[in-house]
């Protein structure tokens, strides 16, 4: 996808030069967001598609600027992953097959995107988060 094609969004985003973090178990899902968080200057950190990966990702001391989260990576809770990034104040969005009512409502305040995910929307989600 082109940053023509991002409806309105540019180079000149919010998300230039930040490093956004992108927890995600299908592959191509994963493809499509990173390549269009990359397409606005994101640097991307990982993908991961499993929890212990993704833990060990956010515990390496890495700068994250934000994160994409995928709610269950092969059937396995990505909360703690959550719990970890709230505690150091990284701003964060879900990505999920499922809807809200299985999400913990600790997390109620946290932005949702159902899939199959509008990658843009996201992206200018992330982008209002960083400001």
Do not use: H, W
């Amino acid at each position: 996808m082109s940053v023509s094609e991002l409806g309105g969004l540019s180079r000149q985003t919010p998300l230039k030069g930040r490093r956004i973090l992108v927890i995600e178990d299908e592959y191509f899902l994963a493809e499509d967001i990173c390549s269009v968080l990359r397409d606005l200057g994101a640097d991307i950190i990982g993908p991961a598609g499993e929890v212990g990966d993704a833990i060990g990702l956010v515990n390496s001391g890495e700068i994250i600027d934000a994160a994409v989260l995928d709610v269950n990576l092969k059937d396995v809770s990505i909360l703690p992953v959550a719990d970890r990034l709230r505690a150091r104040n990284i701003p964060f969005v879900f990505t999920t097959g499922y809807d809200r009512s299985a999400i913990d409502v600790r997390f109620k305040d946290i932005q949702l995107f159902e899939k199959p995910i509008n990658v843009n929307a996201m992206a200018r989600s992330l982008g209002k988060l960083i400001g």
